[in-house]
């Protein structure tokens, strides 16, 4: 459910017309607030955060917005196919920063993961070329 709802905000996403990428951004903080307010009330889950977690959490959404801003210009000024394959690579990401900064140990499946990844990459630039 949650990669053909990935899938369908990029494409959905990739609509948007050159210029909005602001604006639009706006209607998808927007959306996610009701979103997320219709699940706190409906299931009545706790909303508040601890007190540290605060910067934590405005960094989050600082690099979030950053990351969807950029795929939307990449989307905007190139080819759906490369920015959605480049987006779509933040688990290697994820899987790197947990190694270093949790010392989380690299399985032989992340390792292959990751070298298909950057094999996939090359063979992106490469088509591009």
């Known amino acids: 459910v949650a990669g053909t709802a990935i899938g369908l905000f990029v494409i959905v996403i990739s609509q948007i017309g ?11 903080r927007s959306m996610q607030i009701v979103l997320v307010g219709a699940v706190v009330l409906l299931t009545r889950a706790a909303w508040r955060l601890p007190r540290g977690a605060l910067p934590l959490v405005v960094a989050v959404g600082v690099l979030d917005m950053a990351g969807n801003a950029f795929y939307l210009l990449g989307v905007q000024s190139g080819a759906l196919a490369i920015a959605s394959v ?21 399985t032989r499946d992340h390792t292959v993961g990751i070298a ?10 490469f088509g591009s070329a």
Not at 92 to 105: G, H, M, P, S
């Open 18 to 28: 050159d210029g909005f990428v602001f604006s639009s951004l706006t209607v998808i």
């Open 86 to 106: 480049l987006s779509a690579l933040y688990p290697v990401t994820t899987v790197i920063l947990a190694a270093i900064l949790l010392r989380e140990r690299v």
């Open 116 to 125: 298909l990844a950057a094999a996939a990459i090359a063979l992106i630039g």
